[in-house]
């Protein structure tokens, strides 16, 4: 199995910052790519950012030039560095991670369990 560990979520004043991390672990023959997602009470879920294996990001036009996607290949770990945020980024975040499992060259999505954001104006 692939399991997916967020942490690093909390509640924060506006124009805080607040970093995520999601670690995969299990049985991983490989990544490809790995992002963020989030869902507000009422909301539908919807992206956040994403990045490639090998390093290209996309974002969510209500992130851009305050969020920071990274990640870490050996660790099989990514992040998510939130800047200057704000009430509306108050949600439930989740990882995603695109993988195939050890012995199969198919690849499946996974989802972390969810991290809370909370902004506080």
């Known amino acids: 199995q692939v399991q997916l560990v967020e942490s690093g979520g909390g509640l924060v004043q506006a124009g805080g910052s607040l970093r995520l991390s999601c670690a995969a672990s299990?049985?991983?023959?490989?990544?490809?790519?790995m992002g963020w997602y989030r869902q507000a009470p009422g909301k539908q879920r919807e992206l956040v950012a994403t990045i490639t294996r090998g390093g290209v990001t996309n974002y969510a036009d209500s992130v851009k030039g305050r969020f920071t996607i990274s990640r870490d290949n050996a660790k099989n770990t990514v992040y998510l560095q939130m800047n200057s945020l704000k009430p509306e980024d108050t949600a439930v975040y989740y990882c995603n991670a695109r993988v195939a499992r050890s012995g199969s060259s198919y690849y499946s999505d996974y989802w972390g369990q969810g991290t809370q954001v909370t902004v506080s104006s």
């Open positions: 299990g049985s991983i023959f490989s990544i490809s790519s």
